[in-house]
């Protein structure tokens, strides 16, 4: 009788732990993980009729959400050799919509809870939830698992329930941690008779109420494995993966309290549940950890929260794994902070007097040079100027795009931004005539645009002409030295005696199969060559042209 009287309580306890949440989480406010833009992203980048560009729209309306993925799409972890991303349309376009949402949903989970004012530290949390999501991707990529981001987000939620507690019912949860260090009773059974329910049930009811997926949903459970069988259902597999996660990460950061297995047999059901190895699952956190430890400051996480304990356990795989995380995130922790303090130093150091200085005058033109070498990071300063203005037209772009300006607006945009962000001396828009028979330039930005407009008058049935070849091909190209032998036969005699320049870029304008036209840039008669690095910025422009081109397109065709 007084058996089923606790149970009863606990099931009303459970109702009202749920409406105190919500009433507290209504009187904190918005968090930005339920931001109109993040619901926006994860609404396009989960349609398969989306475009980049519409992606890319949504993305810009949040100032900080654009600056973070930028820093994070140059990151060694996801930029491996693609170049310099500085537009988001690029990113979109090179990591893919799922990356892009995984890395919205990671920023605004962070950017939501980031708080440590009630007694306990809420980041801990949120690193937990970042290296569980990191290792659930990487044991999924290992396993040939086919939507890894899936993986990661399923991951990233995985423990959503305890976080939102924590949050929002801070007093509830430090009695519930005060439980746990006594150990008297199991964690499951503290949430129980705290909560009423679990943190999985919290997790999933809200979430419900919040629209994720029901894929991400279901895996909000633990996970227990009863054969060695690999599992084939993707919802069962992300299930496993967070769950088995999350227990590892508990038994590596010192709560073995609240698991019954070792961290050897955690990898091994995960190992049994995908299909690989034990040697595989060790290998994908150490990976797990590198890539964390590279991404942590531009989540804005602090690295030694990254570090587990050390202590000597009983348990030889735990030890072992924890040492080496350890000394890993400790070291790049300890280079980071040995790096400040050395630039601290070196600002703090007083010159030699100007007595000694007087007795050589060698010494005092060693240190002008010096001095002159010291103010050459200059240029690193302009190159940080031009990447806000490149930012500040791709807004502009964005706008014009939203408010259905029309392309010529967009297009006008994209030479000013060519010119402006780019420093090309000139850049000039070529688009085929009314009858689509000839070449010729419509739109122009920069100095001495008129040998240019005189040449381009081209006719679009001149296959031999290098500049009609690429528009047909819809290629872009970067002529470094006119005068090279490589170039030399290629690059038509008249271009070169009329508009005098010895490099230039050009980029084919198409849509679809359609002709539209070519952008060409230069340095003038400067006698600047344009670069790899200018030609790759000259293309990203362009990029925002045909994705304008692309976007009208499409909304033509509604």
């Not at 600056?67 to 537009?87: D, E």
């Not at 964690?187 to 629209?211: A, D, H, I, R």
């Not at 597999?237 to 709560?255: C, D, T």
């Not at 990071?377 to 259905?404: C, E, F, M, R, W």
Request: a neutral charge; aromatic letters at 6%.
């Amino acid at each position: 009788m007084t058996a089923k009287k606790k149970h009863k309580t606990a099931e009303v306890d459970g109702a009202e732990t749920l409406k105190k949440i919500e009433q507290r989480l209504s009187h904190l406010g918005d968090l930005p993980i339920f931001s109109a833009t993040l619901n926006k992203v994860r609404h396009i980048s989960s349609d398969s009729d989306s475009d980049a560009m519409s992606l890319a729209v949504e993305v810009m309306k949040d100032a900080n959400l654009t600056t973070k993925l930028l820093q994070l799409a140059n990151s060694s972890v996801y930029n491996r050799g693609l170049g310099k991303i500085t537009i988001i349309s690029r990113a979109v376009i090179l990591l893919g919509f799922e990356t892009i949402r995984s890395l919205c949903l990671t920023l605004k989970l962070i950017e939501s809870f980031n708080t440590g004012d009630d007694g306990f530290d809420m980041n801990s949390m949120l690193v937990n939830a970042f290296l569980n999501a990191g290792m659930a991707r990487e044991v999924a990529e290992k396993a040939g698992v086919k939507d890894i981001e899936q993986s990661y987000i399923c991951g990233l939620l995985h423990g959503l329930g305890e976080i939102i507690v924590a949050y929002a019912l801070p007093e509830k949860y430090k009695q519930m941690l005060l439980m746990d260090e006594k150990n008297h009773i199991s964690w499951s059974k503290v949430q129980q008779q705290q909560l009423g329910l679990s943190f999985y049930t919290v997790g999933q009811k809200l979430g419900e109420q919040w629209g994720f997926s029901n894929n991400v949903i279901k895996t909000m459970q633990n996970y227990r494995s009863n054969s060695s069988k690999n599992l084939t259902d993707p919802i069962e597999i992300n299930k496993a993966l967070s769950s088995l996660s999350n227990s590892s990460l508990e038994v590596l950061f010192g709560k073995q309290n609240r698991q019954e297995s070792s961290l050897g047999e955690i990898y091994q059901d995960m190992a049994n549940a995908v299909g690989i190895s034990r040697s595989d699952i060790e290998e994908c956190m150490q990976q797990n950890f590198r890539n964390s430890c590279d991404l942590a400051s531009d989540y804005g996480i602090d690295m030694k929260l990254l570090m587990p304990p050390v202590h000597e356990t009983s348990d030889a795989l735990l030890n072992k794994m924890s040492r080496q995380l350890s000394f890993y995130a400790g070291t790049r922790s300890t280079t980071d902070d040995e790096h400040l303090d050395e630039e601290q130093l070196n600002k703090d150091k007083k010159p030699d007097s100007a007595a000694k200085n007087k007795k050589d005058s060698s010494v005092s033109k060693k240190i002008a040079a010096a001095k002159s070498v010291i103010k050459k990071p200059k240029q690193k300063l302009i190159k940080s100027a031009d990447l806000q203005v490149q930012l500040s037209i791709l807004q502009d772009i964005t706008g014009l795009i939203s408010s259905s300006a029309g392309v010529h607006h967009v297009f006008a945009k994209v030479l000013e931004g060519i010119h402006k962000g780019l420093h090309f001396n000139r850049a000039v828009l070529c688009l085929l005539n009314a009858d689509h028979s000839r070449l010729q330039v419509r739109l122009g930005v920069g100095e001495n645009q008129d040998n240019l407009k005189k040449y381009f008058d081209l006719q679009v049935r001149d296959n031999r002409n290098l500049f009609i070849k690429i528009l047909r091909e819809g290629n872009e190209l970067l002529v470094n030295d006119v005068n090279s032998p490589d170039w030399k036969n290629l690059v038509p005699k008249e271009f070169v005696s009329q508009v005098k320049v010895s490099s230039f870029s050009i980029a084919a304008l198409r849509a679809g199969d359609r002709i539209v036209g070519l952008f060409y840039a230069d340095m003038g008669t400067s006698g600047i060559q344009v670069n790899d690095e200018l030609q790759k910025g000259f293309i990203q422009f362009v990029n925002q042209a045909r994705l304008a081109l692309q976007y009208s397109e499409i909304q033509r065709g509604k």
